[in-house]
């Protein structure tokens, strides 16, 4: 980022792919994941779509970007951020193209400082922002020129740092030429000898609202013969609603193709207010990086982390990083390199299947055999089964745990992970199923709707609602009703699943949306085909009773 995105379109009317495509990504990306399964690791490296120290355990970059670039001065920085908990620094470089060059001399003190505050470190070109869009901007062909001029410093550090060619390398001017530099850039650097994990941005200012990158990632990584490659998305205000989010990110890791989000914002601003919460929780259930932007010194200060590179002056953004549910403090692990369980490779046991107690309409208790260890069970993750997909939904150091936000009447299928202080994670449990009660209370009373028409064009637009609870107890498992005016109807929902019969719709959650919290809210958006005119909705109901509108 350059301290702020450039206006973007809105993403569902270009995220949208087709199934195919996300069939060839699972069939093709597998298969380049276990072509490179056998290869020499040398540091860092990817194998199966999975980001591995050398030694073979799991790394999950919990961190955050740092302009360093700009000011070169903040040296105190780095041990700042990794006192609050981080395992990775992003760090803000400039060939010379649009900022002062940082010196070979320079970058060796970064790259020594990460080491020294124990923080895996990716070093990024900045000057390629927006390229094709921003007259300023440079080539990643210049970018990598000027990494292969840092071959010098870089060589030998492949435990400790990750390359990203260039940040934002394309701007929204046909985003499509992204594909055939990006591939060039990377042959070129392993050409020259580099054989670090390389990182590559995507198009869109990052965001790839136009799903360039998501298209030809299988592409650019088989292009990589190393297969020591990792995707980068940017996620900003295109990214608003959990299904954009947990669609894109899910497309990739289906495919067994390396991403995380290597920049993400969460304060609102002029294009829309992107879901950080669902950003942080899909990467924590994933098991994907995120790096947060920005530390301190952006022209907007909204997204300032830490006020005037103050740690103890953290902003309510900052709180939120470090400190909020999914955040660097309760999610991050050190990299094992730096000493902390270096040698200990050895997974726990399964844990024994789990059984469930207090069965509720809304939540149950899981029991489950505690895990063995050679060193200590530090931890299990209880993991909500669909078909290949999982999710996380609790997290505890004991063999036992509430799961709650259920819905009534609906038969869930868990297990249980463990895990050790070195990020060893055994073999998943078997696995139990779990019905919930009918329920006798119909939540409703209480309750405002919200809804807009996001975009409109002939024939088709895109609608949000968001309903929220008024009420002093949490809504589970509900249906939203509205009817429609003037022939509309449903063809594409996120967040919810909308059944229609003639006018009269019917909304009901998906399982991140299916809790509305007392003062909280969820959104659901939709695309839709319309006639001449598109009224909104008169009316809404939740569970039956009637809510107000704003």
């Given at each position: 980022?350059?301290?702020?995105?450039?206006?973007?379109?809105?993403?569902?009317?270009?995220?949208?792919?087709?199934?195919?495509?996300?069939?060839?990504?699972?069939?093709?990306?597998?298969?380049?994941?276990?072509?490179?399964?056998?290869?020499?690791?040398?540091?860092?490296?990817?194998?199966?779509?999975?980001?591995?120290?050398?030694?073979?355990?799991?790394?999950?970059?919990?961190?955050?970007?740092?302009?360093?670039?700009w000011?070169?001065?903040?040296?105190?920085?780095?041990?700042d951020?990794?006192?609050?908990?981080?395992?990775?620094?992003?760090?803000?470089?400039?060939?010379?193209?649009?900022?002062?060059?940082?010196?070979?001399?320079?970058?060796?003190?970064?790259?020594?400082?990460?080491?020294?505050?124990?923080?895996?470190?990716?070093?990024?070109?900045?000057?390629?922002?927006?390229?094709?869009?921003?007259?300023?901007?440079g080539?990643?062909?210049?970018?990598?020129?000027?990494?292969?001029?840092?071959?010098?410093?870089?060589?030998?550090?492949?435990?400790?740092?990750?390359?990203?060619?260039?940040?934002?390398?394309?701007?929204?001017?046909?985003?499509?030429?992204?594909?055939?530099?990006?591939?060039?850039?990377?042959?070129?650097?392993?050409?020259?000898?580099?054989?670090?994990?390389?990182?590559?941005?995507?198009?869109?200012?990052?965001?790839?609202?136009?799903?360039?990158?998501?298209?030809?990632?299988?592409?650019?990584?088989?292009?990589?013969?190393?297969?020591?490659?990792?995707?980068?998305?940017?996620?900003?205000?295109?990214?608003?609603?959990?299904?954009?989010?947990?669609?894109?990110?899910?497309?990739?890791?289906?495919?067994?193709?390396?991403?995380?989000?290597?920049?993400?914002?969460?304060?609102?601003?002029?294009?829309?207010?992107?879901?950080?919460d669902?950003?942080?929780?899909?990467a924590?259930?994933?098991?994907?990086?995120?790096?947060?932007?920005?530390?301190?010194?952006?022209?907007?200060p909204?997204?300032?982390?830490?006020?005037?590179?103050?740690?103890?002056?953290?902003?309510?953004?900052?709180?939120?990083?470090?400190?909020?549910?999914?955040?660097?403090?309760?999610?991050?692990?050190?990299?094992?390199v730096?000493?902390?369980?270096?040698?200990?490779?050895?997974?726990?046991?399964?844990?024994?299947?789990?059984?469930?107690?207090?069965?509720?309409?809304?939540?149950?208790?899981?029991?489950?055999?505690?895990?063995?260890?050679?060193?200590?069970?530090?931890?299990?993750?209880?993991?909500?089964?669909?078909?290949?997909?999982e999710?996380?939904?609790?997290?505890?150091?004991?063999?036992?745990?509430?799961?709650?936000?259920?819905?009534?009447?609906?038969?869930?299928?868990?297990?249980?992970?463990?895990?050790?202080?070195?990020?060893?994670?055994?073999?998943?449990?078997?696995?139990?199923?779990?019905?919930?009660?009918?329920?006798?209370?119909?939540?409703?009373?209480?309750?405002?709707?919200?809804?807009r028409?996001?975009?409109?064009?002939?024939?088709?637009?895109?609608?949000?609602?968001?309903?929220?609870?008024?009420?002093?107890?949490?809504?589970?498992g509900?249906?939203?009703?509205?009817?429609?005016?003037?022939?509309?109807?449903?063809?594409?929902?996120?967040?919810?699943?909308?059944?229609?019969?003639?006018?009269?719709?019917?909304?009901?959650?998906?399982?991140?949306?299916?809790?509305?919290?007392?003062?909280?809210?969820?959104?659901?958006?939709?695309?839709?085909?319309?006639?001449?005119?598109?009224?909104?909705?008169?009316?809404?109901?939740?569970?039956?009773?009637?809510?107000?509108t704003?």
């Open positions: 980022m350059n301290t702020r995105a450039a206006p973007l379109p809105r993403a569902a009317l270009a995220l949208v792919t087709g199934i195919a495509t996300l069939l060839a990504y699972v069939l093709l990306g597998a298969a380049a994941a276990q072509a490179r399964t056998d290869a020499v690791a040398t540091g860092l490296h990817v194998r199966d779509g999975r980001l591995l120290e050398a030694n073979g355990n799991d790394f999950v970059m919990r961190g955050v970007n740092h302009a360093h670039t000011y070169p001065g903040e040296t105190q920085s780095l041990a951020i990794k006192a609050l908990g981080a395992n990775t620094v992003r760090v803000v470089l400039s060939n010379g193209h649009r900022w002062s060059a940082n010196s070979p001399a320079d970058v060796q003190s970064v790259v020594a400082d990460c080491k020294a505050n124990r923080l895996i470190c990716v070093l990024e070109v900045h000057d390629t922002t927006g390229y094709g869009e921003e007259a300023a901007a080539t990643l062909d210049q970018a990598a020129d000027y990494w292969i001029g840092l071959k010098g410093v870089l060589a030998g550090q492949e435990n400790h740092i990750i390359v990203n060619i260039g940040n934002e390398p394309w701007g929204n001017a046909d985003p499509a030429g992204w594909t055939a530099p990006t591939i060039a850039a990377v042959k070129k650097l392993r050409a020259a000898g580099f054989a670090h994990t390389i990182m590559v941005d995507a198009p869109n200012w990052g965001q790839d609202w136009q799903g360039v990158m998501k298209a030809e990632a299988q592409s650019v990584y088989a292009a990589d013969t190393t297969g020591n490659l990792v995707f980068s998305i940017h996620m900003y205000s295109v990214f608003d609603t959990a299904q954009e989010i947990r669609d894109y990110l899910g497309a990739f890791t289906a495919a067994r193709l390396p991403i995380l989000i290597g920049e993400f914002g969460g304060p609102a601003d002029q294009w829309g207010d992107p879901d950080e669902t950003m942080m929780a899909a924590e259930e994933l098991r994907l990086g995120y790096l947060a932007w920005s530390w301190s010194g952006n022209t907007d909204v997204l300032d982390l830490a006020v005037d590179f103050d740690p103890s002056r953290l902003s309510g953004w900052g709180e939120r990083i470090f400190h909020g549910a999914n955040g660097i403090a309760q999610t991050s692990r050190e990299a094992t730096f000493g902390g369980g270096s040698q200990d490779t050895q997974a726990p046991t399964a844990p024994g299947a789990p059984s469930a107690t207090d069965v509720t309409a809304d939540s149950a208790t899981l029991t489950w055999a505690a895990a063995t260890d050679d060193t200590a069970v530090t931890g299990y993750d209880v993991v909500r089964v669909s078909g290949i997909t999710t996380t939904v609790a997290s505890t150091t004991t063999p036992g745990a509430s799961v709650t936000g259920l819905a009534a009447d609906t038969t869930y299928t868990f297990a249980v992970y463990a895990r050790d202080a070195a990020g060893n994670r055994s073999a998943r449990s078997a696995s139990v199923d779990v019905t919930t009660d009918e329920g006798t209370s119909v939540p409703g009373v209480g309750c405002a709707v919200g809804y028409v996001v975009g409109e064009w002939p024939g088709g637009f895109q609608g949000e609602i968001t309903v929220r609870n008024t009420g002093t107890t949490a809504v589970q509900w249906t939203l009703g509205f009817s429609f005016a003037a022939g509309q109807t449903v063809t594409q929902a996120w967040g919810g699943t909308a059944d229609q019969t003639g006018s009269a719709v019917a909304v009901t959650p998906a399982s991140y949306t299916a809790t509305i919290a007392p003062s909280g809210s969820v959104t659901v958006g939709f695309l839709g085909a319309k006639g001449a005119t598109n009224p909104a909705p008169a009316a809404f109901t939740l569970n039956g009773a009637a809510c107000t704003s």
